[in-house]
């Protein structure tokens, strides 16, 4: 599989077909953030302790959209 891919007419890429994407799960905890609103730290549910400790993400709890909605 070539990871090259070519623009469209307008300038935009064409969207991935949907079988190229995993379906793994992200846990979201909510919490405080320094700016007085919510963030969400996502880590992966299928990994132990220590590997949790050292893969996350952080994001503004707003940029969060359901799975669904974007499909």
């Known amino acids: 599989m ?5 623009l469209g007419e ?3 890429s064409p969207p991935l077909p949907q ?3 995993a ?3 992200l846990v ?6 320094a ?3 919510k963030r969400a730290i996502l880590y992966p549910a299928d ?3 220590p590997e949790v400790a050292t893969r996350w993400l952080s994001v503004p709890a707003d ?3 359901d799975l669904e909605s974007v499909r």
């Open 2 to 6: 070539s990871s090259e891919r070519r």
């Open 10 to 12: 307008g300038g935009a």
């Open 19 to 21: 079988d190229e994407f």
């Open 23 to 25: 379906e793994t799960s």
């Open 28 to 33: 979201a905890e909510l919490e405080p953030s």
């Open 35 to 37: 700016d007085g609103g």
């Open 47 to 49: 990994r132990p302790g």
């Open 63 to 65: 940029s969060l959209v």
